[in-house]
Structures are given as C-alpha cells and as structure tokens.
C-alpha cells in the first residue's frame, strides 16, 4: 500500500487563482504531514504525469501526489466551485484528501 510523500503544486504567478491553488495545496501538506513542492510551469512533469486533454495538450494549474513507491500521480486538475459559481478552497482540500487516500487504498 503506497502513502503520500509529496504534494506537487504545478501553477503560475500570472494565473488569475494562483493564490487560491497555493493555500489548497499547502493546507492539505499540513493536513497530511507530507512534503510540499511548487513548481511553475512545469509542462514536462504535466505531460508525463498530469491529466492531458485528448489532444495530449496540459493545463495549468494542477496538483499532483508523489507516492512513496516513486509513482506521481494528478490529484486535482480542476478548482471546484461553490454555488455562486467562485472558487471554493475548502471543497478543494476535502477532494484532494480524499483523491489522495483513494490513491493510498
């Protein structure tokens, strides 16, 4: 059984929920007791291991999971959003955990 070593924040600065992406990562490191990492713009590591459209084409942002086998995996691709349609962090921590222990299970 695989446990989460590493969160992996895949964004950038100019990216309108930049900041909102940060909080959710580092908030559920926290939760988690695990490692985390931010990396900007890092197409490569999403081409590999991140979620793809179905032209192979990456997004930003992205969080990912590093599992202690080794394995790198896409946790949350998309920022979920409250009824008014906005962002919303606390959803985004519950999905990641959860995303992340179905990973570990």
Do not use: C
């Amino acid at each position: 059984m695989a446990k989460a070593r590493k969160i992996i924040l895949v964004s950038a600065t100019h990216h309108p929920l930049h900041k909102i992406w940060v909080q959710v990562a580092e908030k559920t490191a926290e939760e988690l007791g695990v490692e985390f990492e931010t990396r900007m713009e890092d197409y490569v590591l999403l081409t590999e291991h991140g979620a793809t459209d179905d032209l192979g084409m990456t997004w930003l942002p992205q969080i990912l999971v590093e599992l202690d086998d080794g394995t790198i995996k896409p946790v949350l691709t998309e920022m979920p959003l409250g009824e008014d349609y906005k962002a919303d962090p606390s959803r985004a921590v519950e999905v990641l955990k959860k995303n992340i222990r179905e990973l570990e299970a």
